[in-house]
């Protein structure tokens, strides 16, 4: 019989769901905290960060929809990332190498999903017609993006499917 949590009675153990959603979202806030950082120091309000993001979907009317928006592209860019993580989890069933090396495969992920994302998907395939940003800010992202996203998402996909069990 399973051991219930005092925390969450109504559940024996945490699943997978609840680690990939609370990982993509501090991930998320993280990265975005990041961002927030870097461009408020230009003199960009935090706000327009989060509605960057919804122009991916809206286009530049993100802009003009004020507190909705900037929700909206917190949502969107946490449910990004939430695929993101989860992809890792679906690809390390193929590639136990993945699973091996969760480090150096999680880095190395996490870099080449935020090149795939920014300056693939972004540009390209989106609604939205971002700004060019200098070399210095790319390099901060990749990085962030390996340390936020790629890392945790290897230990994620090392869990079982069934998640972390529960404490008595």
Do not use: K
């Not at 091996?100 to 989106?126: C, D, E, K, Q």
């Not at 060019?132 to 996909?157: D, K, M, Q, S, T």
Request: net charge positive; proline share 9%; glycine share 8%.
């Amino acid at each position: 019989m399973p051991v219930r949590s005092p925390s969450l009675p109504l559940s024996p153990a945490l699943p997978m769901l609840f680690w990939l959603v609370l990982l993509a979202t501090g991930a998320a806030l993280l990265d975005l905290g990041v961002a927030v950082a870097w461009f408020g120091a230009q003199g960009v309000p935090a706000e327009r960060v989060f509605q960057s993001i919804a122009t991916w979907v809206m286009g530049r009317s993100a802009y003009f929809g004020g507190d909705a928006t900037v929700v909206f592209g917190g949502l969107l860019y946490t449910a990004v990332l939430c695929a993101v993580m989860g992809l890792y989890r679906v690809l390390a069933r193929r590639l136990p190498l993945l699973l091996a090396r969760p480090i150096t495969a999680g880095a190395l992920y996490g870099a080449l999903m935020y090149l795939l994302i920014f300056l693939v998907l972004v540009p390209h395939v989106s609604a939205a017609n971002p700004a060019p940003h200098p070399l210095i800010w790319h390099a901060l992202c990749v990085l962030a993006y390996a340390l936020l996203v790629g890392i945790p998402a290897a230990l994620l996909a090392r869990l079982p499917a069934e998640g972390l069990p529960a404490r008595a």
